[in-house]
């Protein structure tokens, strides 16, 4: 790289490092560069006109190919971020249903704009949705057993669940109740889809 141009970025991206690449964003649909300034890409590296970031790519690109229909599905997805596959669901689907959890609030009602939902112990009835998602949710589930189980009972048959979940160090928030109902500190860093089978 010319001398000049290595000095300026080093002046702008202060750890040295920075990636550019174009390709199509399987969120917002459009041709567009994907950028990074930090080499942590899985939260950097995002698309310039939507602001996604690789994994959020990534669920969107497998959601279209295992469900082109996805559009007329019913999808949950808890605790739903702005940007990325969240966003491109809320426009794109009108069975669309975006849940957090206010502890303490009724679960069920509808709470600052969102259904009010404990993804351990949900009000859905059994077979509800065709698809459940969760980005970054389960590493500060107290209980992702619980938690699967809840999604698999409220999948219809032959519905899917896709999630990813972060491989960060345990923070304060991340956690499980363990034996006994202690807690106890947890790192997920991946786990493997789950479905329902047909029939
Ligand atoms: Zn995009």
Not at 161 to 177: E, I, R, T, V
Request: glycine share 10%.
């Amino acid at each position: 790289m010319n001398s000049v141009i290595k000095k300026i970025c080093g002046e702008i991206f202060p750890d040295g490092f920075y990636f550019v690449h174009r390709g199509q964003c399987p969120c917002c649909g459009k041709s567009t560069a994907f950028f990074a300034k930090t080499s942590w890409l899985r939260d950097s590296f995002i698309c310039t006109q939507c602001g996604s970031l690789p994994r959020e790519r990534a669920l969107a690109q497998i959601l279209k190919e295992e469900y082109p229909n996805f559009r007329d599905l019913k999808i949950h997805e808890s605790s739903p971020d702005k940007r990325g596959l969240s966003a491109m669901l809320k426009v794109q689907c009108p069975h669309y249903l975006e849940t957090q959890f206010f502890p303490g609030e009724p679960r069920g009602d509808i709470v600052h704009g969102f259904r009010n939902e404990n993804l351990e112990e949900q009000t859905f009835a059994d077979e509800s949705f065709d698809i459940v998602i969760t980005q970054d949710v389960m590493e500060h589930a107290y209980n992702p057993a619980k938690a699967f189980s809840e999604i698999c009972r409220t999948l219809k048959r032959g519905g899917g669940s896709y999630f990813h979940s972060s491989p960060d160090k345990p923070k304060p928030a991340n956690g499980c109740l363990g034996k006994g109902g202690r807690r106890r500190e947890t790192c997920v860093s991946a786990f493997p889809g789950i479905s329902r089978e047909p029939g």
